[in-house]
């Protein structure tokens, strides 16, 4: 008994939090929320649910710690030493892509406004508009604009996740929505009828990164 004891001792310490985490991001990844179950981590992970629980006190936690992984890569590859603007600009794309590979991202982001993951993005970019000279009584409003605009993204993305099944063809399904815009009365819709030859070309990123310019454009204005 005593052997068998210390048998389970050893591999509950050498099952970390870490081994868990990037196992859930696996399954994420590969299968999307619902298929991250404890019984789908222990399976992969050779291990007992039980030892899971050990690190880990419920899928809700391993979610949030899963997206905190994630984010806290996207922080430690912005470029140490570059210009506030240009660090803004890492931070903000590095978060894109970071919901571009990993959508359950964006859910997660849109669904805990108070989680870690959320505040590692506030600091960043509230550290870069210090740095960028923008006058304390106007960073709060300044970091908040630059967060909401990004968590917009995130919240765009976690809708089109529970909406539209994982293999949807971008291409086609916006030229299915720009078919759609082109039928309107141009007279009662005449910019979102315009709009309708530019949706199905447009690139994602780039008109993303368009509206953080805009948004550092005007705050580069703020005395």
Not at 74 to 96: N, Y
Not at 214 to 220: D, K, N, P, R, S
Request: net charge negative; charged share 20%; aromatic share 6%.
């Amino acid at each position: 008994m005593a052997t068998r004891a210390r048998r389970a001792e050893r591999r509950t310490d050498a099952l970390s939090k870490e081994r868990i985490v990037a196992a859930a991001i696996e399954i994420l990844d590969a299968d999307g929320e619902s298929a991250l179950t404890f019984r789908a981590l222990a399976a992969r992970l050779a291990t007992g649910s039980g030892a899971i629980y050990w690190h880990v006190a419920s899928k809700n936690t391993l979610l949030t710690a899963a997206t905190h992984d994630v984010i806290a890569r996207v922080m430690t590859e912005v470029v140490s030493g570059a210009a506030p603007q240009e660090a803004i600009r890492a931070i903000a794309l590095g978060v894109f892509d970071a919901i571009d590979a990993h959508p359950w991202v964006g859910t997660q982001l849109s669904r805990e406004p108070w989680q870690s993951a959320i505040l590692q993005i506030l600091e960043g970019a509230g550290g870069q508009l210090q740095a960028l000279g923008v006058p304390e009584q106007a960073q709060f409003n300044c970091a908040s604009a630059l967060v909401n605009y990004i968590l917009g993204l995130a919240g765009q993305y976690a809708a089109a996740a529970r909406l539209l099944p994982r293999q949807t063809d971008r291409s086609a399904f916006l030229a299915t929505i720009a078919a759609r815009w082109a039928q309107l009365d141009p007279t009662e819709y005449p910019f979102v009828h315009q709009l309708a030859t530019q949706l199905p070309g447009h690139d994602d990123r780039e008109q993303f990164l368009a509206g953080i310019d805009l948004i550092l454009a005007g705050i580069t204005t703020v005395q």
